[in-house]
Each structure stands twice: as structure tokens, then as C-alpha cells.
């Protein structure tokens, strides 16, 4: 069933009109900065609503009546939170941590947050402001207090990663990292996990923790409203009608950059208005009461799966942005004053003594308990040991499941039938096989369908990607689990990795590697890092194809590059690149079924070759990662390849031999891990050696292993170890300038008799 019939039906059983809680649902106008709040112990004045023009006004929305019990609740976390924010400053100018960032001015909105959500059941994408969310969801100040002094007993990051980097597994708070705004389109995964499951009858059985009406909380600083990748996470969520709640707390500056500058005309409310199935509120964020009302109804539309819901908070920061940071380089006195004057602190204390909540006496009472309290916590933190120097590699990769292992290797039992396929065909009924294998497996890139418009999906051939790899997937698994992504390679990534982290197997196509950048971001900050930097407990396994390199005649720039090294160097990631077709079978299976991410490397130029052509051989068929073939026994010189410089090797090779030269082939097959141990073994044999890519020379994934060579295999040398790359330098349009380029089987063959002769 297509994503579009899929909404429809549920517009229908709801018995909602197609344009409800679309953005024009609003509660009300952004408040002016006000000093006097609001009573909370009786019913709360109506709101006046936001005017749009030429539209009727909104109905006012009523504000919740709290008891005196809630009320102090509400304070015990804020005031916390305040606290623990200062003393971490505290301890940072004793120098006994060493970083410090508060969520000071935003408690009221975020302690609101976490009463309206539900713990170890909703899911959550913090940023680092939300100390009181994550308190109000049931972490504990000394839990927090572990990440600021980087002690290994950390739940957060368990050493790893620098205060205010919320995570913790059992109250599903999802590992969070520095960079603005990446964590956006994993909500939009992490939510898109649930729609999927509703769709594939399947995957409720195989998928633990999923809830009929959860939702996914994100939440953003106005300045992170800038970043593209903001604007394709409301797309994707709008579009879907996912349940995320997105949370942005504006407190006017992006480190020393005001909203104005930031964002046309100053107001992200106004920007966001066109959105469709956007249910858009704004409040005063340092209001708890308001802050309240307008998450439990924000809320409140993600549980009723009616689309997601946008808040707009405003609040303050009466501290700089991080204590790397002055606030009065840039912030004028007066402003700061009337800052001041909206603290949500000062301002609840305030009126719950007015009201006769409890007297001034019982709050001190109260802050005394909670200070006292945190000093201890403190002491806790301080005595707790840092992790073991030896623990650095945990967790880099999966520990229980091993794709270099035996366990991946059946090539010795491979049993071929059939007629030969090329490259193509075999990727595409591994992938066949493979979601025939495991419900959890979703495919999805941009043309990677056979038709979205299922109703004419009869009518039609079929897109099934630009080169045919994903053809009757769609046909045979359904638009629930193959279906077309946005023209946006980082929403594509971004979601992958939300889908991942809740259990499900994405196997994504980026395009073109030329186009692969927007998403590197994600790749290298996110993708990679998710298991380590959680100290394992999340993680994101996921496979990216991805076609690669040139010898294309009109590829030309930006369809031919061959930039590997880029990805190799990445800790976390697995990289692969078969140069035949039974290899991209088994590399392709062993991708999908072990527990990292892998980049899986597709040569366009080897699609559709005759001479690498192969018998299927199975759907149990798997090559393990690091293990490489020897695809040409030789006794003088060996050369170290993949890609499409393995036949060019195999070519020279063969008009060598008529010169009485001997060479040795050696195909890495996965280039991170590589087979050292293939290697060291050829050059042994051989002492003289030849490493040959597609990549440029300079930087290039060879130099890593011409050096390890000179390193460690010295002794066994009878010559400089010998590179050949593409010249430093882009791939070109005209044929005879693509040649000259790129390396050629006769540019293998110079090398080969000149190391030879050396």
C-alpha cells in the first residue's frame, strides 16, 4: 500500500477532514515578554489566539489548574536543573571537570516536556539544553553529574562524550552528539519505524518496544532552525504525518548570532506556516503553566496520530552559551535585565508563595534538600573511576557479531546454478532473497521504486533505480517496505539511522557517490559513532549503497569520482567494494546480515560486464569482510587492487607474461577491513609490490597500504613499493581527456616492467 493511500485511510478512520490540524490549527500569539505570571491555582485567564488574515479567530485554549503538590514538583526539577547547571560551573572553575553547557532559562518548557511524555516508551532526541527533560523523565543528577566528570559509570555516554550529551537506554533517550540539528532526521526515522511497522504485519512480532499511539519528542535552538537539515526533517514529517513532537526553544541567539540575523523576518513560526498536517503553537516558554497546556495538547496530536506538532518556546538565556563563552562581548546590559525578569525560576518561586502554595520558608527548605542533594551526588561523581585506558576500542564495532568471523564464510561451499548474471542481477536477488529473509529489511533512495503511484504500478515497467538494481522489489515487498525518498541524500541517511536504532534493517541508496556529501555529515558524525559513543547502547546498523567511479564515456565530473579513502578512515564503518558479480552477492549478503554500517561500493562500469559475469550461488552464499582473493597466482611482482583496477591488472598482467614476467593479483574485496594478512603473504612471495586504485595518487587509499608495506615488510623488499592512481585531478568529460585521467591497463603494464627491471 502507498504512503499516500495509507494517509488517506487513516484521515477516513479518524473521521478527520483532509486539512485538519494543518498549520492554520494554532493556539495562540507568542506572548510578550510579560512581568507579571499568570495565576495557577485558579483557572487560568483564556489565551488570546495568534490573528491570521482574513481568518477566523482561533477558540481561546484553556490552561490546566495544578495542585499545590504538582506545582512543587514542578519547581523541585527546574530548581534542580538550575542547580546542577551551577554547580557544574562550580566544578569547572575548580578544574575538576571540563566543559560546562546549561539548559538555564528553558526549564519551564522542558519540565513541561517530560510531564506530557512517557519514559521508556516515547522516544527522545535531546539537545544539549534539555536537563530538565531528562530529569522530569527520571534521570538522576548524580547520572548527570557522572557524564560531567567523564566517569565510566556514565549511563549517558559512559566517558565518551562531553556534558549535556543526553542518552540513556532505559528511558529511550537516543544517544545525542555536538553537531546542531543532525539529530532531527533520525527522529524522523525513529518515528518512521513506527509507521512502517503499522504498515508490515511482520514486524510487530520482530520489533520490541513499539507502541500503537508513541511519540517521538526532538528538540532544536532557534539557531539550528538554519541548518537544511531542519527543513527536510518538518518535510519528511509533514509529508508522512509522522508523531513527532518538534520542540523548538528559542531563546533569541545562536552562540552570539540573534534571531533576526538567523532567520528571515525573525519569526520561525511565520517561516513554518505552509507546512501541511502541522499542528503549530507558540507560548512563553519560561511560563510553566502555558508551557504545559500547549505540550499536553502538542502531545496529545502525535498520540492520535494526526500528523506532528510544532512548538515554538520562548525563553531565555541568562547564562552564556557555554563557559567557552561571554555573553557580554555581544549582549547589551538592558537586555539582559529584562531577561532576568522572565527567569522561570524567580518567576515560579514568586507565585508559588503568592498563591500560598507553600511559604518562603518551605521553598528554602526545599532548594536546601535539593542543594544538599546534589552536593552529594557530586561527591558520588568525583569518587566514581574513569573508564579503563584499554576499554578505547569498545564498542567501535558490533561485539557480538563479526563479519570477518568463519560464520560469514561459505565460499568453499558454494554451490553455482543457473544462467551467469552480471553484477546487477546478482545484487538484485540478494536484495530479493535477503527481505524474503528478514521483514525488518526496508529499501528506499531517490528512484529506487519500481512506481510510487501504486495505482498505475501495473501499467508501468518500473523505475527500480537508475540502474535497474532495486527493479520488482517494490512489486514484490510493497511501497511499506521499498519506497522513493526526497532528492536529499542526508534525509536519507538521517532517517536510515533513526529506522536502524529501533530494529529495523535499512538497506538505503545514495544515487551516485558524486552526490553522497550532503549526507557525509551524517555518515561521519552520526552514522559511525552511534555504537561507541553510547558505550553500546544504541546502535545503528545499516547498509548504504552506493554506485561508484568512472570509465563511464560522459561521466564527467560528477558521475565518476572514486573518493574511498574518505570512508576508510572512518572508525565504525565497514567499506566494501566487489569487483564481480558473485562477490557483490556474498559481500552484499554479509553487509546486510552483520550489525555495522556498511558502505557498500558498486563500480557503475562493472554492472554490466560480461567477463565478471556469475552463476548464482545460493541464498546462504556469504564472503567474509577482510578476506581477499587471490585472482591471479604470479611469482615476481604482486599488485594490490579492487574495483575496476582488477581486470585492468588481470589485462597487463597477461601482456607481461609474455615478457617473462610473472604478477600476482590480489583482490581486497572489502577494502575496510582489508586482508593484511593476503598481502604480507604476496609480498613475501614476491618481493616487489604494486598498489593500484582508481582514487587519485595523492591521499589516496593506497598510500595507507604502501606505507604499512615499507613498515612492517621492509626486510622483504627488493624494490620501492610502486602506486598507480588517477592523476591528481578531476575526472574530465572528453573521452580522450577520461582516459588520460584515470588509470589504464598500459599504465599498470609500465609499472609492472619498470619495478620489474628495477
Not at 253 to 265: D, K, L, R
Not at 377 to 400: G, K, M, N, R
Not at 644 to 656: N, T
Request: hydrophobic share 40%; glycine share 6%; with cysteine.
Amino acid at each position: 500500500m502507498s504512503d499516500t493511500k495509507v494517509l488517506r485511510l487513516v484521515k477516513k478512520s479518524e473521521g478527520l477532514p483532509e486539512g485538519a490540524f494543518t498549520s492554520r490549527s494554532v493556539a495562540k500569539a507568542e506572548p510578550k515578554p510579560a512581568p507579571a505570571p499568570s495565576p495557577v491555582l485558579k483557572p487560568a485567564p483564556t489565551i488570546k489566539p495568534m490573528r491570521r488574515r482574513g481568518k477566523a479567530k482561533a477558540k481561546p485554549q484553556e490552561q490546566p489548574r495544578l495542585s499545590r503538590e504538582e506545582m512543587l514538583k514542578i519547581f523541585r526539577t527546574m530548581y534542580m536543573s538550575r542547580r546542577l547547571d551551577d554547580k557544574e560551573i562550580q566544578m569547572k572553575g575548580q578544574n575538576r571537570i571540563y566543559f560546562q553547557i546549561s539548559g538555564a532559562g528553558h526549564e519551564a518548557i522542558l519540565t513541561a516536556a517530560g510531564m506530557c511524555l512517557k519514559p521508556g516508551y516515547d522516544w527522545f532526541y535531546p539537545y544539549y539544553r534539555d536537563r530538565a527533560l531528562c530529569l522530569q523523565l527520571g534521570m538522576t543528577p548524580l547520572e548527570m553529574l557522572l557524564e560531567s566528570v567523564g566517569a565510566e559509570a556514565d549511563p549517558n555516554s559512559h566517558g565518551r562524550q562531553m556534558p549535556s550529551h543526553w542518552g540513556h537506554k532505559e528511558l529511550n533517550i537516543v544517544s545525542q552528539s555536538s553537531p546542531t540539528g543532525t539529530q532531527l532526521l533520525q527522529a524522523v526515522g525513529c518515528a518512521e519505524a513506527g509507521y512502517r511497522i503499522k504498515l508490515v504485519k511482520e514486524l510487530k512480532r520482530r520489533i520490541k518496544k513499539f507502541r500503537n499511539d508513541e511519540v517521538v519528542y526532538v528538540s532544536l535552538g532557534d539557531g539550528t532552525s538554519s541548518e537544511g537539515e531542519f527543513w527536510e526533517a518538518l518535510n519528511t514529517a509533514c509529508n508522512l504525518r509522522l508523531p513527532v513532537v518538534f520542540l523548538v526553544e528559542d531563546n533569541g541567539y545562536a552562540i552570539s548570532v540573534p534571531v533576526e540575523v538567523q532567520t528571515a523576518g525573525g519569526d520561525l513560526s511565520r517561516l513554518v506556516s505552509g507546512f501541511p498536517n502541522l499542528y503549530r503553537q507558540r507560548c512563553d516558554g519560561t511560563d510553566p503553566v502555558e508551557s504545559l497546556a500547549v505540550m499536553r495538547r502538542a502531545v496529545d496530536n502525535c498520540r492520535k496520530n494526526r500528523g506532528p506538532s510544532f512548538v515554538h518556546a520562548k525563553v531565555i538565556r541568562p547564562y552564556s552559551h557555554s563557559l567557552s563563552d561571554d555573553e557580554k562581548l555581544y549582549r547589551a546590559e538592558a537586555e539582559r535585565v529584562a531577561d532576568a525578569e522572565r527567569d522561570p525560576i524567580k518567576r515560579l518561586g514568586a507565585l508559588i508563595v503568592q498563591e500560598g502554595a507553600a511559604s518562603a520558608d518551605d521553598l528554602q527548605k526545599l532548594k536546601d534538600e535539593i542543594d544538599a542533594s546534589i552536593n552529594e551526588a557530586a561527591d558520588q561523581a568525583l569518587a566514581s573511576p574513569q573508564p579503563a585506558p584499554e576499554t578505547a576500542t569498545d564498542f567501535v564495532y558490533s561485539p557480538t557479531v563479526d563479519p570477518t568471523a568463519k560464520a560469514f564464510d561459505t565460499e568453499d561451499q558454494v554451490q553455482l546454478s543457473g544462467n551467469p548474471g552480471t553484477m546487477v542481477d546478482l545484487i538484485n536477488r540478494c536484495l530479493h532473497t535477503e527481505m524474503k529473509r528478514d521483514p525488518r529489511i526496508v529499501v528506499f533512495g531517490e528512484d529506487v521504486a519500481d512506481c510510487s503511484r501504486d495505482k498505475f504500478i501495473n501499467e508501468v515497467k518500473g523505475k527500480g533505480g537508475v540502474f535497474k538494481v532495486t527493479a520488482n522489489l517494490q512489486r514484490e515487498f510493497g511501497s511499506g517496505r521499498v519506497y522513493n525518498s526526497p532528492l536529499a541524500e542526508a534525509n536519507i541517511v538521517g532517517r536510515a539511522i533513526g529506522l536502524a536504532t529501533r530494529g529495523l534493517k535499512p538497506v538505503v541508496e545514495i544515487q551516485f557517490f558524486d552526490y553522497i556529501w550532503p549526507a557525509f555529515h551524517q555518515i561521519r558524525n552520526e552514522l559511525a559513532l552511534m555504537r561507541w559513543r553510547s558505550g553500546n547502547d544504541f546502535s545503528s546498523p545499516c547498509v548504504i549503497r552506493v554506485p561508484v567511479g568512472g570509465y563511464l564515456k560522459g561521466g564527467a565530473i560528477y558521475h565518476s569520482q572514486s573518493g574511498v579513502s574518505l570512508f576508510t578512515q572512518i572508525p565504525g564503518l565497514r567499506v566494501v567494494y566487489p569487483s564481480n558479480a558473485l562477490d557483490a552477492n556474498g559481500l552484499l549478503r554479509t553487509a546486510i546480515r552483520c550489525d555495522d554500517p556498511v558502505i557498500f561500493l558498486e563500480h557503475k562500469h562493472l554492472y554490466r560486464q560480461a567477463y565478471n559475469k556469475s552463476a548464482y550461488p545460493g541464498d546462504d552464499f556469504m564472503i567474509p569482510f577482510g578476506k581477499a582473493k587471490t585472482v591471479r597466482e604470479g611469482t615476481d611482482i604482486s599488485i594490490i587492487t579492487y574495483g575496476a583496477l582488477v581486470q585492468r591488472s588481470i589485462v597487463a598482467a597477461k601482456e607481461a607474461e609474455k615478457q617473462g614476467i610473472s604478477v600476482e593479483i590480489i583482490d581486497l574485496r572489502s577494502v575496510s577491513p582489508y586482508d593484511w594478512n593476503a598481502i604480507a603473504e604476496s609480498v613475501k612471495k614476491t618481493s616487489r609490490v604494486i598498489v593500484a586504485h582508481e582514487d587519485c595518487l595523492s591521499w589516496g587509499y593506497g598510500a595507507e597500504i604502501a606505507a604499512r608495506i615499507s613498515n612492517e615488510l621492509f626486510e622483504h623488499l627488493d624494490a620501492p613499493v610502486r602506486r598507480v592512481a588517477a592523476l591528481d585531478t578531476f575526472v574530465a568529460y572528453a573521452p580522450q581527456l577520461e582516459d588520460a585521467i584515470l588509470p589504464q591497463s598500459a599504465d599498470v603494464l609500465k609499472a609492472i616492467t619498470e619495478l620489474h627491471s628495477y
